[in-house]
């Protein structure tokens, strides 16, 4: 079990993030507590993907740092930052189509060394039964799982997920909150999240964002549950 | 160990039908011998392509680094044949670290163009630059200097059957375990998804250079098993139009498949041997052959044949379920 602590996982400070001459980020910071999930929330176009890829390494920055775990990951490329445990699980739920569940999973577990895969097939037990279908057939939740469960090997301490939830039926939707509560008990989460319902059943903590700016950062359980961060998106 | 052993089954396999074709059709001997040297060749281009998903039209020139390599180890140093197989070896791991960083930065057409451009300086290198040693376009001949390796002459065209066939099983299998392992599943996932792979934790980079270097090692052992079988290389071997020919041969087959080199080459040496007694432009039925692949067939021989199989071991494994279900409701 994870233990809230108040020592931060991940410190943002003052980043500015541009494609090609376009500022995109201004100024963003934001930290995230051990054992916290926090969740970022915004309309579209207002920098979440971007702060995302920014943080997984995988754009530059123009300003600013980022530390995970203490550690300066700003100059990282996408995959060093992946080794240290910091996750990056994209919007568009793409698995490697022409492998089998399996492998996909296998190529979880070269990376981490990590083969035990028990722990991450007791969130979602459902791919247990479809071990040798190819990614290329799967639905979209099942998508989805399949992508948390392999960027759950090797113990991240940290995975950020953005808009997991997206185009999924309900029910599937309920598994998954399902099984954020029992990953939250070992690993950080960060996710960005159209559905409010949802922030506020998940979140410890809810940063808004409008036109590439944090403007707004909620803690208080009652606010969140409350939805007081609607106002600001 | 039970995986090396499980990845040897089909090249065995394999092998055996290459033994039968040999007692079968004893005239044809030559033709068995390039089957098996150009199917390595068409494995070294399938890493690129078919696994990696990147184009070249350069690969007659690491064809060439391996063959001239031995030719020149033969008509100039030495004359132990395997020696000069192991220095292409060599040669075609060198070209492989030092291209690799360098190319495979560049991607689709750019990757594609610079392999092509590659070859043609790799002509006029061997043509004119290295005229003294290669004796340009008159060739190197060396079978009478070869000397015969410990239990084998093979000099012999026969006993070079039996040698290329061993070296032909020999990488086979370790292509085979190749794609059930790591390596070969992450080729796959680099060609699918490669964002993706390095938010996984891999260094993409790295692994494609291990491909890269991979294909040019194979593309120079078919080079050197060519010039130890001929007794003599020339430049028309390296010639950048002939790219097309391990391209064609690569997706005919399938291409990201074990096999498919083989059925590829097996189609493209066929129709060449065939078609040519007849016809002069043999290239039109590959042509042919080719369009049909790519309209119809995109998995090309070997890929089609495997999805067939697998469907019906699939609807197999369903009756026998189905089966098992309705005997345990009845009981």
Redesign the interface.
Known sequence: MLEKSNNKILAVKDLDVSYQKLRILFQVSMDVKEGDVAVVVGRNGAGKTTLFRTI?G?LGQDGGSIHYKGQDIGML???EV??LGL????QDK??????SVQ?NL???S???KDYNWDSVLDYFPQLKNIMDRKGGHLSGGERQMLLIA??LL?NPGLVLMDEPTEGLAPHVINDLIQAFTKIREKTTLVIIEQNLPLTAEVADRVYAMKEGKIVAEFNEKQAIQNLEFEAHL | MTRLIKASYGPLVLVFFFLMARYIFPNKMTFIIELAIFSIYVMGNNILYGYLGMVSFGQPFYLGVGAYATAIYLAHIGANPLIGMLLSLAMGLVVGLILGPAFIRLRGDYFALINAATCAIGMFTIEKLLLPITRGDDGLWYRSRMSQIPFLDIRMPDKFFVFALAIFLIVLILYNFMDKS?LG??F??IK??E??????????FKIRWIGFSLASILSALAGSLYAINFGFVNPSLAEPHRAAEVLVATLIGGAGTVFGPFFGTLAFLGIKDLVSRYIAHWELAVGILTLLVLFRFSKGIWGNTEAIINEKIGRKKNRTMEKLLTDKAAT
Do not use: P, W
């Not at chain 2, 964002?195 to 993409?204: A, C, E, V, W």
């Open positions: 997984a995988f490329r996408a995959y992946a080794q996750k990056y699980i994209q793409h698995v490697f189509s022409d492998l492998e296998e190529l979880g070269y990376a981490t392999m960027s090797g | 790591a599943v992450s796959r996932a699918d998804n964002n993706k792979m390095k938010f996984l934790g891999y260094d993409t």
